[in-house]
């Protein structure tokens, strides 16, 4: 059984830029979830696909957005890039459903300089 | 709006001591609970889960959490506080009427030789 797989595993852009980060789901399951983390703190919840469409946003501005593929892998896109962004961005993946554990990827390190 | 709580950003233990984590949520219903551990530079793994059914909850390497309706906690021990048991913890819900992830701000905790 494959695990929850982000690529890149580092990153470093500078203010103003484009970035797509990308997310690999864990076998069998078709939900995959975003979060932000900011050093020396906890996940902070983007946003959530299931079945190709957005299923909850946190409190993150559109210039977060993202997408779902077939093949339930994910893509975070982030416009505009702002110092703050800098931050560890996981993805997890579960089966849809209250309550379900959600499996984490190892996070895309993002530093914006 | 859910809050998760989390006393003591850093804790220290001496090898074999136990490890006492704490955990409140704010939340009339009680929500799915969770317990995560994160290493450097890695993403978070998950220790143990309350769901439901009996409070008393075992998890992986030696953790048990316990959930307290009546103090909504969740606090996470373990009897013998191991040196690779050093790293950060989060404790996390789902409430129960959508399903994402709500963490606390996380637990350093340290462990004295």
């Known amino acids: 059984e494959t695990g929850v797989t982000q690529s890149p595993t580092h990153l470093i852009k500078t203010r103003g830029q484009q970035v797509t980060l990308r997310c690999s789901s864990q076998s069998g399951h078709n939900t995959v979830s975003w979060y932000q983390q900011a050093l020396g703190q906890g996940p902070q919840f983007i946003f959530q696909?299931?079945?190709?469409?957005?299923?909850g946003r946190g409190n993150f501005p559109p210039r977060f957005s993202g997408l779902q593929f077939p093949n339930y892998s994910s893509e975070l896109n982030v416009n505009a890039l702002e110092l703050d962004d800098s931050a560890l961005y996981l993805c997890?993946?579960?089966?849809?459903?209250?309550?379900?554990?959600?499996?984490f990827g190892p996070g895309t390190r993002l530093t914006v300089l | 709006a859910q809050s998760v709580t989390q006393l003591g950003s850093h804790v220290s233990v001496s090898e074999g001591a136990l490890v006492l984590l704490r955990c409140n949520y704010s939340?009339?219903?009680?929500?799915?609970l969770f317990w995560y551990v994160q290493y450097p530079n890695q993403g978070l793994q998950l220790l143990l889960k309350?769901?439901?059914?009996?409070?008393l909850v075992k998890g992986i390497n030696g953790f048990e959490a316990e959930f307290k309706k009546s103090e909504t906690s969740f606090h996470l021990t373990k009897p013998s506080a191991h040196m690779s048991d050093a790293a950060e913890y989060f404790c996390?819900?789902?409430?129960?009427?959508?399903?994402?992830?709500?963490f606390g701000p996380g637990t350093s905790l340290s462990v004295i030789p």
């Open positions: 996390a819900v789902i409430p129960r009427a959508y399903d994402k992830v709500i």
């Open positions: 997890a993946s579960s089966s849809q459903g209250k309550g379900n554990e959600q499996f």
């Open positions: 309350y769901t439901t059914g009996a409070t």
């Open positions: 696909y299931y079945r190709e469409e957005e299923n």
């Open positions: 939340s009339s219903v009680p929500p799915y």
